[in-house]
């Protein structure tokens, strides 16, 4: 069975507080956008259950480290399933340390292909629930599309946004950001460093179809990112510089969004960001 994980950006990103647990509490609104992995995931019978996860990106660990890997383990244990052989292959195109889900995506469409070829039939709320044990980001992309992420991500809420028309440009430079580390130092930024929370003030403007609705967004995080990485900066001002309404890091870094209104300025600008030594990755894509 072929699945395809495709990335996410966060178009708001905001903290209202710290758990007991020591988990962040987000309010942020998500969007799965054409970006993609892709995935093989065949079933054979065998003397005892095993997986095997193959990649093509060096990086990717292909063992009990890598979230395909511990959502086919996690669903055999969770349903009572023996004597099975799972194995994975995985295609990747969505960069790792960007802050655009790759990883959760690929756990996500593990545990939905797995729960269609053995016949399980679990509930999109059955497949939430195990998917929030194994990261935090994963239950949204069950269903993906728009939807408004609360708690640790696994309160969430569908959403339409009014823009059929809209264009990204994602681009990154080169640092692959460690989320713990950046949840670690903006939980030592002074208050005043924080950028406000916009979540509410954005689904407020796009209640009224307006694409300004993009000028009010912010993520909280970016800050603490930028401390280790400065060419965030760089990446958003040279998207703002060559059309885009509007331009963000997303989830804890280091990718940037830009939206565009115009699709060869979109086209500019990500031709622009490939000259750059800075960046080094760039790709135009469309909402999911």
């Known amino acids: 069975m072929k699945k395809t994980a495709y990335a996410k950006i966060n178009i708001t990103l905001d903290i209202p507080k710290i758990r007991e647990d020591g988990y962040h509490e987000l309010c942020s609104v998500f969007q799965t956008v054409s970006l993609h992995d892709e995935l093989e995931i065949n079933i054979s019978e065998n003397d005892k259950n095993e997986i095997v996860l193959t990649c093509d990106a060096p990086n990717v660990p292909c063992n009990e480290k890598n979230l395909c890997w511990k959502a ?13 052989k799972i194995s994975i292959d995985l295609k990747k195109n969505i960069l790792s340390g960007a802050g ?50 609360e708690g640790i991500g696994e309160k969430l809420t ?18 692959e950001l460690p989320t713990v580390g950046i949840y670690k130092i903006f939980d030592g930024l002074p208050k005043e460093k924080i950028p406000e929370a ?26 603490a990112a930028k401390t280790l990485c400065p060419e965030i900066g760089y990446a958003e ?19 940037v969004f830009g939206i565009f209104t115009d699709v060869n300025k979109a086209a500019e600008a990500l031709e622009a960001a490939k000259h750059k030594e800075k960046i080094i990755f760039g790709t135009m894509c469309r909402l999911i």
């Open 72 to 84: 086919a383990k996690a669903f055999l244990e969770k349903y009572k399933i023996e004597n099975k």
């Open 100 to 149: 655009l889900g790759g990883g959760s995506s690929d756990c996500a469409e593990t545990l939905k292909a797995l729960n269609e070829l053995l016949g399980i039939n679990a509930s999109d709320k059955e497949l939430e629930q195990l998917g929030v044990k194994l990261g935090a980001d994963v239950p949204f992309f069950i269903k993906g599309g728009t939807q408004l992420a």
């Open 158 to 175: 569908e959403l339409k946004l009014p823009y059929p028309e809209i264009n990204l440009v994602i681009i990154k430079p080169e640092a």
């Open 198 to 223: 916009s979540t509410e003030k954005f689904l407020s403007e796009i209640s009224k179809g307006d694409i300004n609705a993009f000028n009010f967004i912010t993520n909280m995080l970016e800050p």
């Open 237 to 255: 001002k040279l998207l703002l510089e060559n059309g885009a309404v509007s331009a963000m890091m997303t989830g804890s870094g280091s990718a």
